[in-house]
């Protein structure tokens, strides 16, 4: 498994998973398939070139199978903050401590990252496995937002956490 961070040469292998993780797993994210659908390629090659966000995948055999993003805010009062964001790890690839490793790097880049003190992340409230994992690598919940998704008629809350580091 080879584990590194993500280019605008990767956008083609990012979309299509991000388009599988829409699809499969809906209410782990806030962005909709048919809107990410709609977007362009380079549209995804932009976002992987932001300086202000860093996106780390997991490859087997030069197939991306897990990916998670780092993404700093801006301002002069909050860079000091950033948020975990767009976690998805393929359905063969979980249960592999894959996820764990690919945190791992993440949260190494994080340290190194000059002011940052400071992650945070958004998980629906009824996914337990997914608040377990981030619990386990020091995350702390902080407070609940009701109804942070809706689709059609059915609400998702999400649980907010953060990490100090």
């Known amino acids: 498994m080879e584990f590194r961070r993500l280019t605008q040469d990767d956008a083609d292998q990012y979309r299509e998973l991000r388009l599988t993780a829409l699809q499969t797993d809906a209410d782990a994210f806030s962005t909709d398939f048919n809107e990410a659908n709609a977007r362009p390629v380079s549209a995804t090659a932009k976002n992987l070139a932001n300086p202000s966000a860093v996106t780390f995948g997991a490859y087997d055999d030069g197939r991306l199978l897990a990916v998670m993003t780092l993404l700093r805010l801006s301002g002069k009062k909050t860079s000091h903050r950033a948020e975990v964001l767009a976690v998805y790890a393929a359905e063969e690839a979980r249960g592999t401590g894959v996820a764990s490793k690919l945190l791992d790097h993440l949260l190494a ?16 409230s009824a996914n ?10 020091g995350f702390e919940r902080i407070g609940t937002t009701p109804n942070a998704q809706k689709a059609g008629s059915r609400y998702v809350d999400e649980l907010l956490m953060v990490k100090k580091l």
């Not at 880049?109 to 629906?124: C, R, T, Y």
């Open 109 to 124: 880049f994080a340290v190194d990252w000059e002011g940052l003190e400071q992650l945070e992340l958004a998980v629906n």
């Open 128 to 137: 337990p496995r997914a608040v377990r994992f981030y619990e386990r690598s």
